[in-house]
Antibody, heavy 122, light 109 residues
């Protein structure tokens, strides 16, 4: 059974940093692209970032480009999202998602984790 | 403002059919057969219901179907059931991004 378990969320002050993790199991992690998607309180889904199976290609939404960094450790079956210079508008539940293929563009989000909550507030 | 436009809400009675639209442009929905739909119950993670416009993942009821015409994709749920009450989001490949629609709240009356 495919499982994705996010962790690392919490309360952080504006301008601060957090690193989210997503532990994966039940599939060959290195063979699939992964994404981060967030949902602000009471709002819809927003794609944040994605990474290819090898980790060689990374992509970001304009809203986080230059502040967030996606990475993966295929030896540990773990996906990461390093979030710097956090703003109030980054407050959201962050989901990791298993993409349907090794490449990002054109594949869909097959399985989602349960999410981890990030709150940016002073 | 979302790149893809969905109605904020739709409703139907048990047993009826409803359709949720997802309108994009010739740069996303209109150019690629890569529209997916996700169901989200309150406080839960999204779940894939339809991919590549009309394909159903294993385990998803055949009451859910998808289609596309021009720049508009649609999700149809037939034989509405109480457990179908949820938020539904469309998503489309758009070249170098993957925008979501704003979401549609489905109420089963």
């Amino acid at each position: 059974e495919v499982q994705l378990l996010e962790s690392g969320g919490g309360l952080v002050q504006p301008g601060g940093s957090l690193r989210l993790s997503c532990a994966a199991s039940g599939f060959t992690f290195s063979s699939y692209a992964m994404s981060w998607v967030r949902q602000a309180p009471g709002k819809g889904l927003e794609w944040v970032s994605a990474i290819s199976g090898s980790g060689g290609s990374t992509y970001y939404a304009d809203s986080v480009k230059g502040r967030f960094t996606i990475s993966r450790d295929n030896s540990k079956n773990t996906l990461y999202l390093q979030m710097n210079s956090l703003r109030a508008e980054d407050t959201a539940v962050y989901y990791c998602a298993l993409m349907s293929d090794d490449y990002v563009w054109g594949s869909h989000m097959d399985v989602w984790g349960q999410g981890t909550t990030v709150t940016v507030s002073s | 403002q979302s790149a893809l436009t969905q109605p904020a809400s739709v409703s139907g009675s048990p047993g009826q059919s409803i359709t949720i639209s997802c309108t994009g442009t010739s740069s996303d929905v209109g150019s690629y057969n890569l529209v997916s739909w996700y169901q989200q119950h309150p406080g839960k993670a999204p779940k894939l219901m339809i991919y590549e416009v009309s394909k159903r993942p294993s385990g998803v009821s055949n009451r859910f179907s998808g289609s596309k015409s021009g720049n508009t994709a649609s999700l149809t749920i037939s034989g509405l059931q109480a457990e179908d009450e949820a938020d539904y989001y469309c998503c489309s490949y758009a070249g170098s991004s993957t925008p979501f629609g704003g979401g549609t709240k489905l109420t089963v009356l």
